[in-house]
Nanobody, 121 residues
Framework: QVQLVESGGGLVQAGGSLRLSCAAS????????MGWYRQAPGKQRELVAT???????NYEDSVKGRFTISRDNAKNTVYLQMNSLKAEDTAVYYC???????????????WGQGTQVTVSS
């Protein structure tokens, strides 16, 4: 099976920075698109940013210019550098990956367990 393990969350003051990491491990043939989503209390989970295997990126409007998504394909790891954090960025951040288990079947969708990011104002 495949596991996504996140790290890097925590408590930070407004204007500060955090870097999230998510490593995929297990029976992986290759990893396609990876991404970060977040869910604030009482709200639906929303897209933050995605990155394809060829490093094409996509960002939610409110994080453009502040967050940067990147990946290390050799390590099957995706990162989210978060700068100029705001109180409204407070949420549980989830890693997502589309993983090929072999060369014959379409990718499967996997999620991490989530990591809490709290920004104090």
């Amino acid at each position: 099976q495949v596991q996504l393990v996140e790290s890097g969350g925590g408590l930070v003051q407004a204007g500060g920075s955090l870097r999230l990491s998510c490593a995929a491990s297990g029976s992986i043939f290759s990893v396609d698109t990876m991404g970060w989503y977040r869910q604030a209390p009482g709200k639906q989970r929303e897209l933050v940013a995605t990155i394809t295997s060829s490093s094409n990126t996509n960002y939610e409007d409110s994080v453009k210019g502040r967050f940067t998504i990147s990946r290390d394909n050799a390590k099957n790891t995706v990162y989210l550098q978060m700068n100029s954090l705001k109180a409204e960025d407070t949420a549980v951040y989830y890693c997502n990956a589309d993983v090929f288990l072999d060369r014959f079947n379409p990718p499967r969708d996997y999620w991490g367990q989530g990591t809490q990011v709290t920004v104090s104002s």
